[in-house]
């Protein structure tokens, strides 16, 4: 009982190193299951083949970032130290039990200098969707998506104020035209041109990370942050994109382009989308709906003025394109503003006298004022969608997908904070995370049939 086992830890023993990984273990599956050979091809442009010495085989350079990411070694220096250690890992790169290992400044150096400027980290998970879909783990029908915030390596005391302009909406120019239009169905002028005036901000600029981009928002944690939208595919909750921006951009405003580029990418037939209210804005409701696809989105609610009545107490009245107050009063239309919104307004003279009136405004002249926005129908449609059976049954798809997602890249995968600085760097991590997240996956479930369970009406 208290004699030492150390005499049998240098004994000779005829082994290969195949048989020291477990059959079950996921780097087996994995392995079995994904093809990496088509990294040779995406890499090739960026390697001399008549120059330089020979380099280390890309393959197994992005199998050790693949490693790092997948079991959340946030150094390089480490995951260094784990493959030196690790039989399953050596296994996985084709190393034998004697092999040195490559140095981890060979990974920082291919990141710096010969993938710096461009999206091989993209493509190469654009290629493991396409690997998923082979597999039949992609639908295309139904996506959900959101976004999750990254720590920016970066000190959220450590900053410049710095002033800048804000960009001009992608949909400004359909909204114009759709202000002009409105307001000639209604009988009024067209507005005069005006030189558009250039808006600007002042922001918080990180003298440590300068593309990050700093947070403020209700219950969630402030400082330099960067955003990792997501979508995810209803059908095995295969993640199909990934796109980063700093922490101070809207959720909604790149939502519509990460869609198309999915749809032409890809070749979904999209059906249905699943967001949270986050996304609830009126020109994202309006694309969704012309490009005919299901939108259901969460409802974001607005408190009104304490003592005031709400507005969803107002009833709209499509054909005669009014408004009737709780007391039974019409609001008529008055005019079209350049933001897109119509003016409805009520008679003064049926007010003054109104039991409701001051619960319902405070203007001296007693005329209440509501508005709508020329595409609200789009919204309204929407908050159709949501309250039908496949709505609902969507958006509680959506929670047990997309929030379970960034679960796991949090918790498992170390995708909580981000190890690289500049948006390339945090992009490079988060594209990674999702690869790795999405191999894992496809390992476990691949060449399983799936069949559709609802329909999109």
């Known amino acids: 009982m208290l004699r030492p086992i150390r005499a049998k830890q240098v004994e000779l023993e005829m082994v290969s190193i195949d048989q020291l990984v477990p059959d079950d273990h996921l780097l087996r599956k994995i392995d079995a299951t994904i093809d990496f050979s088509f990294i040779y091809d995406k890499v090739k442009p960026y390697y001399s083949e008549d120059n330089g010495r020979p380099p280390i085989d890309p393959v197994m350079l992005f199998k050790m970032m693949f490693i790092g990411y997948l079991y959340g070694i946030r150094s390089e220096r480490q995951l260094e130290k784990e493959i030196e250690t690790n039989i399953a890992y050596r296994w996985f790169l084709g190393l034998s039990l004697t092999d040195s290992v490559p140095h981890h400044s060979t990974i920082s150096f291919n990141r710096h200098k010969r993938f710096k400027e461009t999206d091989i980290f993209q493509e190469i998970f654009d290629e493991t969707v396409l690997l998923a879909m082979k597999h039949r783990m992609v639908g295309g029908r139904a996506l959900f998506t959101d976004s999750t915030h990254l720590k920016a390596n970066a000190n959220k005391r450590k900053f410049t104020k710095k002033t800048v302009q804000v960009e001009t909406r992608e949909y400004i120019e359909d909204l114009n035209k759709a202000v002009e239009e409105d307001r000639k169905a209604h009988g009024k002028k067209p507005l005069p041109e005006r030189e558009e ?28 942050f960067y955003l990792d939208h997501r979508t995810t595919d209803m059908k095995f909750n295969i993640i199909t994109d990934v796109h980063l921006t700093p922490g101070n951009i809207h959720d909604s405003l790149p939502y519509l382009n990460r869609l198309d580029r999915q749809i032409k990418t890809f070749g979904f037939n999209v059906e249905a989308v699943g967001l949270d209210a986050g996304y609830l804005t009126i020109p994202l409701c309006k694309g969704v709906e012309d490009r005919h696809i299901m939108g259901v989105i969460a409802h974001r609610r607005f408190k009104p003025k304490k003592g005031y009545l709400p507005k969803w107490k107002f009833t709209y009245n499509k054909e005669t394109d009014t408004y009737t107050c709780p007391n039974g009063s019409t609001l008529s239309y008055a005019t079209t503003n350049r933001e897109g919104y119509r003016q409805y307004h ?66 498992l995968h170390g995708l909580r904070y981000c190890r690289l600085r500049s948006l390339k760097g945090a992009s490079e991590q988060a594209l990674m995370t999702a690869a790795a997240q999405r191999s894992q996956t496809t390992s476990q479930r691949a060449k399983r049939w799936f069949r559709p369970f609802f329909t999109v009406g």
């Open 197 to 224: 005036m250039v808006k600007e901000k002042e922001i918080k600029v990180s003298t440590t990370d300068k593309e990050s981009g700093y947070m403020f928002r209700d219950g969630k944690p402030e400082g330099f």
């Open 346 to 411: 009520s008679n003064p003279a049926e007010c003054v006298n109104c039991p409701l009136l001051n619960q319902c405004t405070k203007a001296k002249n007693h005329k209440k004022v509501l508005t709508r926005h020329v595409w609200e129908d789009s919204k309204e449609k929407v908050r159709e969608h949501r309250l039908s059976a496949t709505g609902k049954f969507l958006y509680k798809k959506r929670k047990e997908t997309i929030e379970r997602s960034f679960a796991d890249a949090k918790q």
